[in-house]
């Protein structure tokens, strides 16, 4: 999810930008924080867990041992989840 935001915020990058359209895409990264941070608020409340990024997980006896909740982080953010493998 934060990757697919990250590109698409690399491709409205263009050689010239003015002030204005910098501005303006600085503003679009720091509104998806501030969603990000709230649905990550969100579903660690419903869900009563630690929500952890998949880079962090090390080992797990099964994959069906953590749930991924990144479809639901989505939701409230707003965004299509990702390919798990990309998130």
Known sequence: ???QQQQS???RVKPGMDAT???RLFEDAKAFGLRLDAALDQVAQECQCALINSAALLKASSAAAIPDLSARVAEFVGTAPASPSAQ
Do not use: N
């Open 1 to 3: 999810m934060v990757a």
């Open 9 to 11: 915020l690399v491709e």
């Open 21 to 23: 359209e910098q501005a």
